[in-house]
């Protein structure tokens, strides 16, 4: 009995195993999708494209929080990937951007822009009442381009 459990929890294991290395590979893989407008208007709405703003814990452009840069952190020791974000990288137009890109092909593969802008501002479980109002500037940013 203790054997079939042994082999039944190894099955298990490696089935869970690979499926974590798909889902890290597919987050490894270039993605065709265009964030570049979606990120150009977070940045509007955020800071006014200010690489130097700042409020509260939340800075650079992108007003990106220590957490965020953690999230990144944690998503690329996933991906057995030795590079890793530092608090000072939030100031960088470039890394924010990079990061931004990272978290949405971990957390948002099927690209959907509308759950990017919402998690942006309100967090993995954003709510739809609490985000609506920056969603809807984030477009009207959207729709100036």
């Given at each position: 009995?203790?054997?079939?459990?042994?082999?039944?929890?190894?099955?298990?294991?490696?089935?869970?195993?690979?499926?974590?290395?798909?889902?890290n590979e597919r987050a490894g893989r270039t993605n065709e999708f265009?964030?570049?407008?979606?990120?150009?208007?977070?940045?509007?709405?955020?800071?006014?494209?200010?690489?130097?703003?700042?409020?509260?814990?939340?800075?650079?452009?992108?007003?990106?929080?220590?957490?965020?840069?953690?999230?990144?952190?944690?998503?690329?020791?996933?991906?057995?990937?030795?590079?890793?974000?530092?608090?000072?990288?939030?100031?960088?137009?470039?890394?924010?951007?990079?990061?931004?890109?990272?978290?949405?092909?971990?957390?948002?593969?099927?690209?959907d822009v509308e759950q990017a802008i919402r998690a942006w501002n309100?967090?993995?479980?954003?709510?739809?009442?609490?985000?609506?109002?920056?969603?809807?500037?984030?477009?009207?940013?959207?729709?100036?381009?």
């Amino acid at each position: 009995m203790k054997r079939i459990l042994r082999i039944v929890t190894l099955c298990a294991f490696m089935m869970f195993s690979f499926t974590a290395f798909s889902v890290n590979e597919r987050a490894g893989r270039t993605n065709e999708f265009d964030w570049n407008p979606v990120m150009n208007a977070i940045i509007q709405v955020e800071s006014g494209g200010n690489r130097m703003a700042k409020n509260g814990n939340q800075v650079g452009a992108m007003q990106i929080t220590p957490i965020a840069v953690a999230e990144c952190n944690k998503i690329l020791k996933l991906r057995n990937s030795a590079k890793r974000y530092i608090l000072a990288d939030r100031f960088s137009v470039e890394k924010s951007k990079e990061m931004f890109i990272l978290i949405q092909f971990f957390h948002n593969p099927q690209n959907d822009v509308e759950q990017a802008i919402r998690a942006w501002n309100g967090g993995p479980r954003y709510s739809l009442r609490k985000t609506q109002r920056y969603y809807e500037k984030v477009l009207r940013h959207l729709k100036k381009k």
